[in-house]
Nanobody, 125 residues
Framework: QVQLVESGGGLVQPGGSLTLSCAVSGRTASRNTMGWFRQIPGMEEREFVGAIGPFAVSTHYADSVKNRFTISRDNAKNTVYLRMNSLKPEDTAVYYC?????????????????WGQGTQVTVSS
């Protein structure tokens, strides 16, 4: 059984930084595409944030977070991270990690078969 557990969310001031973690079990994260999405309460769709492909060959980020957010993996811990710098109030959302096997490109949330429970990120002064 595949399980993803996010952690690391919280309240941060504009311009601050936060690192989210996604611990994976039941699937080898390094061999799969791992994506991060976010969802604002009341919105139906999850917005693509970024993804890292199998064996870290490729990464892709939404324009809104490019050069501010970075995805990385710790293969020994089977964990994926989302480092968020220069946070803005519009980054406030529930952040989800997901995996879609080895599909690439990875911007379509509908291709993901497993998701974590989400972690709240609030950017506010």
């Amino acid at each position: 059984q595949v399980q993803l557990v996010e952690s690391g969310g919280g309240l941060v001031q504009p311009g601050g930084s936060l690192t989210l973690s996604c611990a994976v079990s039941g699937r080898t994260a390094s061999r799969n595409t791992m994506g991060w999405f976010r969802q604002i309460p009341g919105m139906e769709e999850r917005e693509f944030v970024g993804a890292i492909g199998p064996f870290a060959v490729s990464t892709h980020y939404a324009d809104s977070v490019k050069n501010r957010f970075t995805i990385s993996r710790d293969n020994a811990k089977n964990t994926v991270y989302l480092r968020m710098n220069s946070l803005k109030p519009e980054d406030t959302a529930v952040y989800y990690c997901g995996t879609n096997g080895m599909r690439w490109p990875a911007q379509n949330a509908g291709t993901y078969d497993y998701w974590g429970q989400g972690t709240q990120v609030t950017v506010s002064s």
